[in-house]
C-alpha cells in the first residue's frame, strides 16, 4: 500500500488493486516469480500523467484481501480497478464487492476479464475493460467522478437490463515510447528486491519492451492484444533499465515479453547501447527457437543474457506442425547447442496431450529432452484455454474440470484426450526422473545413469504403457 500521488483532490480517485495473493498460490513456491505487475504500474503511471489521483493495492505479500477495505476507507476512491486473471478470480470478486460496500465503482481488466466479461458484470463489477487499459480507464474514471452514465466509453463493456453494452472500438496506443516509466512507487519495491535478493543474491525487476506477438500458435490465448504487435524504441528501453538501476539498484532484469527480439535490427540495436552504456546487468527473457541465431546469442551473452525460457513444446515435427508454431526441429537444436555452448541457462516448456499426439510422439519429445538436458523445464499436460483455436476444437469434449484450470496448473486433464490422465502424469514423472538422472551424470558415473535409464524404459514400455494406455481411440488433430 503506498501514499497517494499528491494531485489536487478535485481529480478523479482511482484506487488500483492486484489481488494476488502469493502464499494462497499453491504453484508459487515451485514456480512463480515474484514481481509487481506491470499492467497495473504501467495504468497507474498513465492515470497520474493525465491529472488523476492515485493508489494501489497490492497484496502479492498479504494474508487476504482486507487491505482492500482499510485503503478504500482511507483514501475513499470513486474508481477501483482491479487487475484479473484465472488464477485470482475469487479474490477479484471478493475486491469487487468490497469496493460496491464503500460506494465505489468497480472495474475489472486484465486476461481473464477480458476472456469472459459478461461473467465479471454478473459478479458485482459495474464494467469491464477487455483491452488495452490506459485509455479506456482514463475516461471511464472522468466520466464517473463527473457523476456521468458509464455506457459507451471506448473500450469498455458495461451490462444494462440483462445486456452487454460494448463501448465503441478503441484503438491501440499507437507509440510505446509515449508511455510513462511504470509508476513503481505504488507498490513496495523493495519488498520484491529484498526477496530476490535473499534467494538469488540479485536485485531483480521486470520489463517489458513490447506489446503483443504476430505470431500464432493454435492453443495460445491472447486475450488483450490479440495477434498486434507494438515495440518501444531500444533507447526508451535502455532509459527504463537506467532509471531501475539508479533509483532501485536493480542488477538483473526478466524481460517480459511474449517473445523477446522479433525483430533483428531492434536487438542488434539494444545490444549496442547496452555495450555503449556499460550497465553491467544481467538478464533474462522468453525467445523464440527460430529468433535466436548463433550470432544473434553470442551478443546477448556478452551484453549478460543469463538463462533463457525456450518454448520447445515436442521433440515431433508433426506436432509443431499441429500446433501452428512455426518452428523447426532443426531450430530447437541449434539453439539448444548453441546456448550450451555459451553457458547460458536454458528453460524448456514443453506439452503432452496435444490433439493428435501419439505415444510415438511423446517418446520423440522425451528423446529431444534426454540428448540436450536442459537445466530447468516444465512439462504441462494441455491447457485449452477459452478463444483459442485448441479450445474450439476441443469444447465438446471439455471434462468438469475444465472450469478451474488454473487450480490444476498444467497437472489434470481437461478434455478427452487420446489417453487418460494417468498416463500423462506417469509420462510428466519420466521426465522428472531424466532430468534427475541428467544432473546425477556429472556426480555418478555415466554406466549407473545409463543402467537406470535403461531399466525405466523397459518398465514404461513392458508394465506402464499397456496398463495405463487404456483402450480409447486417439483423439482427432486440432485443425
Ligand atoms: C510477464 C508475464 C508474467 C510474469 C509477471 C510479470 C509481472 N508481474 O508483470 C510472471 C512470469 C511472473 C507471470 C506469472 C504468471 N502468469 Co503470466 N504472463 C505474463 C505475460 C507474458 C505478460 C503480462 C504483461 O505484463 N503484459 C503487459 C501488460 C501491459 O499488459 P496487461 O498486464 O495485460 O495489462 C494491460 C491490460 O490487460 C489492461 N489491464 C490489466 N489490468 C487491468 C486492470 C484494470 C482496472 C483495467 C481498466 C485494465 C487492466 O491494461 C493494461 C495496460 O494496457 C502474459 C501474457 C500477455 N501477453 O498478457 C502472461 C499471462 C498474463 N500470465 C498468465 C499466467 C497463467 C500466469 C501464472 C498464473 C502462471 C503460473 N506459473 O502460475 C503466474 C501468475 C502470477 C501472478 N502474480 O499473478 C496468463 C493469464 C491467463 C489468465 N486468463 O489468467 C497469461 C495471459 C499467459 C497466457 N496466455 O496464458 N506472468
Ligand atoms: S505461444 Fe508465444 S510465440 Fe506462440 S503465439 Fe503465443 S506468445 Fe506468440
Not at 513490447?210 to 515495440?231: A, E, L, M, N, V
Not at 519420466?430 to 534427475?436: K, N, P, S, V
Request: proline share 6%; glycine share 8%.
Amino acid at each position: 500500500m503506498t501514499d497517494r500521488a499528491t494531485s489536487p483532490r478535485t481529480a478523479p480517485r482511482v484506487l488500483l488493486v492486484d489481488p494476488y495473493v502469493a502464499r494462497e498460490d499453491p504453484m508459487e513456491r515451485k514456480f512463480v516469480e515474484l514481481y509487481p505487475s506491470l499492467g497495473l504500474l504501467t495504468l497507474g503511471a498513465y492515470l497520474r500523467s493525465h491529472g488523476l489521483d492515485v493508489a494501489m493495492v497490492d497484496l502479492t505479500f498479504a494474508r487476504d484481501a482486507r487491505p482492500v477495505t482499510t485503503d478504500l476507507r482511507r483514501s475513499r476512491p470513486e474508481v477501483v480497478g482491479v487487475h484479473t486473471k484465472t488464477l485470482t478470480h475469487d479474490r477479484a470478486f471478493e475486491v469487487a464487492a468490497r469496493a460496491k460496500a464503500e460506494g465505489a465503482f468497480a472495474v475489472a481488466g486484465g486476461p481473464d476479464a477480458a476472456t469472459r466479461p459478461m461473467h465479471y458484470l454478473d459478479g458485482g463489477f459495474d464494467a469491464v475493460v477487455p483491452g488495452e487499459g490506459e485509455g479506456a480507464l482514463v475516461d471511464l474514471a472522468r466520466r464517473v467522478s463527473r457523476g456521468e452514465d458509464a455506457a459507451g466509453v471506448p473500450g469498455t463493456v458495461v451490462r444494462r437490463g440483462g445486456r452487454l453494452v460494448r463501448g465503441p472500438a478503441r484503438p491501440f496506443l499507437r507509440d510505446l515510447d509515449a508511455l510513462p516509466l511504470p509508476a513503481w512507487d505504488l507498490v513496495d519495491m523493495e519488498q520484491y528486491l529484498g526477496s530476490w535478493q535473499r534467494s538469488t543474491g540479485e536485485r531483480r525487476a521486470a520489463v517489458l519492451t513490447s506489446r503483443g506477438c504476430p505470431f500464432d500458435c493454435s492453443w495460445c490465448s491472447k486475450p488483450t492484444f490479440g495477434r498486434t504487435f507494438r515495440q518501444q524504441s531500444p533507447e526508451r528501453v535502455v532509459a527504463e533499465l537506467r532509471a531501475l538501476q539508479e533509483r532501485y539498484r536493480v542488477d538483473y532484469v526478466r524481460f517480459c515479453d511474449d517473445v523477446f527480439g522479433v525483430s533483428r535490427a531492434w536487438i542488434d540495436r539494444l545490444l549496442t547501447l547496452l555495450e555503449e552504456e556499460g550497465l553491467q546487468l544481467k538478464w533474462e527473457c522468453l525467445a523464440r527457437v527460430d529468433l535466436l541465431k548463433p550470432d544473434l546469442l553470442k551478443r546477448m551473452r556478452a551484453a549478460g543474457l543469463e538463462r533463457v525460457y525456450v518454448g520447445v513444446e515436442s521433440g515431433s515435427q508433426k506436432m509443431l506442425d499441429l500446433m501452428n508454431r512455426g518452428t523447426r526441429l532443426a531450430q530447437v537444436e541449434r539453439t539448444a547447442d548453441a546456448l550450451r555452448r555459451e553457458g547460458v541457462r536454458q528453460f524448456w516448456f514443453l506439452m503432452l496431450g496435444y490433439p493428435g499426439e501419439t505415444l510415438e510422439d511423446i517418446e520423440a519429445t522425451l528423446r529431444l529432452f534426454r540428448r540436450f538436458s536442459p537445466e530447468e523445464y516444465s512439462v504441462s499436460i494441455a491447457v485449452p484455454v477459452p478463444g483459442t483455436r485448441f479450445y474450439a476444437s476441443v469444447k465438446d469434449r471439455l471434462t468438469g474440470r475444465s472450469r478451474r484450470p488454473r487450480r490444476n496448473g498444467g497437472r489434470s486433464l481437461l478434455y478427452e484426450a487420446a489417453y487418460p490422465e494417468v498416463l500423462y502424469r506417469w509420462e510428466q514423472a519420466r521426465f522428472g526422473l531424466e532430468a534427475a538422472l541428467g544432473k546425477a551424470r556429472a556426480r555418478i558415473s555415466p554406466r549407473v545413469v545409463e543402467r537406470i535409464g535403461h531399466v525405466a524404459d523397459r518398465f514404461h514400455e513392458k508394465v506402464a504403457t499397456p496398463l495405463l494406455v487404456g483402450k480409447r481411440p486417439p483423439a482427432r488433430a486440432a485443425p
